[in-house]
């Protein structure tokens, strides 16, 4: 089965300028998240899609960062403007949790640096 | 609020000595507790546990949940180069189909040949 896709892998934008992430996950699994993972920290999840809504973003900056999954398949994940802590890499995963059995599966992830 | 520990921060140690890793954790409605290997980006999944005192294995890595104790162990031994990564420990709560997963910061694992 085909992995879950992320584009770009690496990025690079000056502080205030716009920035966007895309994912597409696993055919066929119905929930989406997106993870920020700061050098040195464990991801940290920024939202959590259930087919195209949103189940939890408690922890999105949403004055600057916004995403959707619109037809609940593909999401993009976008900053704007961009401080230089948003530097981190940006990780999308998707699941089809079955008891037992782990259905998380992570994309290599977008690795942003803010100048 | 949730919260997962991970313990040592970081390790050094020589091929071939036996390692462990902690993790202990504070969640509410607790469904499971997954172990991922990081190297480069993407965390790469290793054991999830759901049931206290049931030890998993896959080759030199083992992995065990004590539910009273609200932790769990990662054992490699006889380590190997190709051991060096992030160790991240995450917790899966219970959300009626929207479960997620809280990571700890994570054990950096050096291996010197």
């Known amino acids: 089965e085909a992995g879950v896709a992320q584009s770009p892998r690496y990025k690079i934008i000056e502080k205030r300028q716009s920035v966007a992430f895309w994912c597409n996950p696993i055919?066929?699994?119905?929930?989406l998240y997106w993870y920020q993972q700061i050098l040195g920290q464990g991801p940290k999840l920024l939202i959590q899609?259930?087919?195209?809504?949103?189940?939890?973003d408690s922890q999105l900056p949403k004055d600057r960062f916004s995403a959707e999954r619109l037809k609940g398949v593909d999401s993009t994940l976008k900053i704007q403007p961009a401080k230089l802590e948003d530097s981190a890499v940006y990780l999308c995963?998707?699941?089809?949790?079955?008891?037992?059995?782990?259905?998380?599966?992570f994309g290599s992830g977008t690795r942003l640096t803010v100048v | 609020e949730d919260k997962v520990v991970q313990s040592p921060l970081s390790l050094v140690v020589h091929e071939g000595d036996t390692v462990t890793l902690n993790c202990s954790y504070e969640?509410?409605?607790?469904?499971?507790l997954l172990w991922y290997k990081q190297e480069k980006k993407a965390p790469t999944f290793l054991f999830m546990l759901?049931?206290?005192?049931i030890e998993k294995k896959s080759g030199r890595l083992s992995s065990i949940l004590d539910k009273k104790e609200l932790s769990s162990i990662l054992n490699i031994t006889a380590t190997q180069t190709g051991d060096s990564a992030i160790y991240l420990c995450?917790?899966?709560?219970?959300?009626?189909?929207?479960?997620?997963?809280?990571f700890g910061t994570g054990t950096r694992l050096t291996i010197i040949p």
């Open positions: 995963a998707s699941s089809l949790v079955r008891q037992g059995v782990d259905g998380y599966t």
């Open positions: 055919s066929g699994h119905a929930t």
């Open positions: 899609f259930q087919n195209n809504g949103v189940v939890d």
């Open positions: 969640v509410t409605n607790f469904r499971s």
């Open positions: 759901t049931s206290s005192g």
């Open positions: 995450a917790v899966e709560k219970i959300n009626f189909g929207n479960e997620k997963l809280t």
